[in-house]
Each structure stands twice: as C-alpha cells, then as structure tokens.
C-alpha cells in the first residue's frame, strides 16, 4: 500500500533547503563593497590620474595657481625636446653667465657645470633633471631661444614654454622663467603640471632620464681634455616606491615641496602632482599616498 511518504520526505527536503538559503542569506540584498577611503595629504595641492585613460583619481584644490619651483624643468626638458631636428649630441660650450646665476640666486641649485666645458644637450638634460640644474636649464634656455642676445634667446625660450602651456590645454599656467626662479607671475596647477608630465613622458629621451638614479658623464674640458659629472637625482621615489618611473621635484620659498610623480605597476601608470606640502618628507609621503590609492582603484 503507497503511502505517499516519499513525496512528503521530497516536500521536506525542499522546503529545508529553501530555509537554509534564507537562513545564509543568499536572497537578500547584496552587501554594497566598502568604498575606498580618499587619503589627507598634508600638501596644499594635489591630483593623481590613471595615465591610460585619463581618469581622474583624486583631486585637492586641484586648480588652484601655485608657484611650482623647480617642477617649471618639466616645461624646459618639453620645449627642448620639441624643437625640430634636434641633435641630442650637439655641444654647448658652459658660459659664466650661468655660473654667475647660481651664485646671484640663493635658491638656484647647481648642476655645477664648469666654465669653458663643452657638454651635449643630451648631458644638460640630465644636469637639468636629476640635480635639478638652474645652471643647465640657463645653458638649454640660451642654446634654443632665438635672438642675437642672451637676454632675447632667454626671453624667446620663455615665450616657447608659455605657448607649449597652451598648446597642451594648461590654462592655469604661465612661465616667467626657465628654471621655476620667477619673478612673480610663475605658476601652475596639480591639474596642469600632471597633464605636462603624461605629455612629457610620451618622448623616449624624457623617459630615459627622469627614472635615472644618477649618471657619470664624460664631458670634454676647456683645454681639450675630459672630466667626469656625476649627478645624482632628488627624487626619492627612485628606489624607495616600487615602479616609480619620475618625474620631478621642486622647491622654494614661495612654493615649499613639490613632486610629479609617476608610476607603473601591473601594466597601470599613474601619474600626478602634489605642491606646496610643507616638508620634503610630507611631499615624498603625500605622492606615495596618491600613488597607493590610484593603483587601489
């Protein structure tokens, strides 16, 4: 005789296993993934962006015109590598105008170029990027300006740096020199330097340089013969940030500590600026903290 217990034993079973998916709670609502907390940095400005696609990541006061110190040798190292049929092995031979720059500025930092030397423009590059030398940055400024004076190649260079600013859709910035020493009308944003830094970085020779530790370099002396320059570059995200790929630091009175950083890590570049943290160790942790968040997102 069929009692129909099977089926009841099936309906059982049914409705236990109904209680238990309840019970863990697969038809509730899903639980919502904690948002990724944005990090304080102590800089007075900042902005960190995905290099690939050009998402902005993180913003602070990202527009707002700062003075950028020695940051402005991104805008120098740009224009040089621009200029037409360039020769990155063409000689310039070290004026004491430069010299005497540094010594007239008490924040000019020195690439300590020797009067007389003759160095490439390749070799100023480095001079420019890695000790951040206002020397060098004099020497490019001379070398590809145009006019019969030095005065009026400088003046011209400054021109080609303020029209690359536009050319590039940096309306928060202008140049009033070559080496971010300004006389009061030199300034940029976190927003625009950072967009400066991806376009720099798209040129090979940029590259090369701005993630070099330091170089010796052979140069030919005054007399004929040949020294040696050893540079050491002052961004400490060299070594200390795994990927770090550049790009710049910069400091002054009126700009405090900055940095244009960038980075490359599983295939992903970010890419930013932080200016006016208050140290060098508060601008070194603030670009590691934009660093960390961009590749989290």
Same mark, same amino acid.
């Given at each position: ?8 034993? =099936?309906?059982? @079973? ?14 509730? *609502? ?59 092995? *063409? ?16 924040? &000019? ?10 160095? %490439? ?14 020397? $060098? @940055? !004099?020497?490019? *400024? ?48 976190? =927003?625009?330097?950072?967009?400066? @830094?991806?376009? &720099? ?32 570059? %002052? ?5 200390? !940030? &795994? ?37 060098? $160790?508060?601008?070194? $942790? ?7 968040? &961009?590749?989290?997102?």
């Amino acid at each position: 005789m069929k009692t129909g217990i099977k089926g009841i034993h =099936r309906v059982s @079973a049914v409705a236990l296993t109904a209680g238990a998916i309840l019970t863990t709670g697969v038809f509730a *609502a899903p639980a919502q993934a904690a948002a990724l907390p944005q990090p304080t940095i102590t800089a007075q400005g900042g902005f960190v962006m995905d290099n690939g696609t050009g998402k902005s990541l993180f913003t602070k006061a990202a527009d707002t015109r700062r003075s950028t110190g020695s940051t402005t040798k991104i805008m120098t190292a740009q224009v040089v590598l621009a200029q037409p049929k360039l020769d990155l092995d *063409a000689k310039v031979t070290v004026d004491k105008a430069y010299s005497d720059y540094i010594v007239a500025n008490n924040w &000019a930092s020195s690439a300590k170029l020797i009067v007389g030397d003759k160095v %490439t423009v390749r070799q100023l590059l480095y001079g420019l990027m890695l000790p951040s030398g206002c020397d $060098a @940055a !004099y020497a490019l *400024a001379d070398k590809f300006g145009a006019g019969s004076t030095r005065e009026a190649r400088v003046k011209s260079f400054i021109g080609k740096m303020n029209a690359t600013a536009k050319s590039l859709g940096m309306t928060n910035s202008h140049f009033d020199s070559f080496d971010g020493i300004g006389r009061g009308t030199n300034y940029s944003t976190p =927003r625009d330097l950072t967009k400066l @830094a991806s376009s &720099a970085m798209k040129n090979s020779t940029f590259r090369t340089v701005v993630q070099t530790k330091s170089t010796k370099q052979k140069v030919t002396t005054k007399t004929g013969g040949y020294r040696y320059m050893e540079w050491t570059n %002052t961004n400490p995200l060299l070594g200390s !940030y &795994a990927g770090t790929i550049g790009v710049k630091t910069g400091s002054g009175p009126e700009s405090k500590y900055c940095l244009v950083f960038a980075a490359t890590r599983k295939g992903k570049t970010v890419i930013g600026t932080v200016l006016a943290s208050s140290t060098v $160790a508060d601008r070194t $942790a603030d670009a590691k903290k934009l660093m960390d968040y &961009a590749f989290k997102k």
